[in-house]
Nanobody
Framework: QVQLVESGGGLVQPGGSLRLSCAAS????????MGWYRQAPGNERELVAT???????VYADSVKGRFTISRDNAKNTVYLQMNSLKPEDTAVYYC?????????????WGQGTQVTVST
């Protein structure tokens, strides 16, 4: 059993910043790739950013230069620093974590946290 607890969402004005956190706990050997996805109303869930266990990152073009993903392996936590937020960043943000169990990597999703960018 693996639990993911997200925090840090909220309402922010355009140009503002937010920092999301997602902490993993439970029964696993280690964590592989960690990432953030988002889903706006009427849209499919899309990749925002991922970070591997070695620190390699991938970003969606729409957030490059504004968002930064990072992780603290000692705390099994992934972060998403979001700067220069735009109304089009409004969505429910989900973390996704691949944990290593029984020599395989299994994906787990967080419950989602709402980010609203509006005046």
């Amino acid at each position: 059993q693996v639990q993911l607890v997200e925090s840090g969402g909220g309402l922010v004005q355009p140009g503002g910043s937010l920092r999301l956190s997602c902490a993993a706990s439970g029964n696993f050997f280690s964590i592989n790739t960690m990432g953030w996805y988002r889903q706006a109303p009427g849209n499919e869930r899309e990749l925002v950013a991922t970070v591997t266990s070695s620190g390699s990152t991938v970003y969606a073009d729409s957030v490059k230069g504004r968002f930064t993903i990072s992780r603290d392996n000692a705390k099994n936590t992934v972060y998403l620093q979001m700067n220069s937020l735009k109304p089009e960043d409004t969505a429910v943000y989900y973390c996704k974590v691949y944990v290593n169990q029984h020599d395989m990597a299994f994906p787990y999703w967080g419950q989602g946290t709402q980010v609203t960018v509006s005046t």
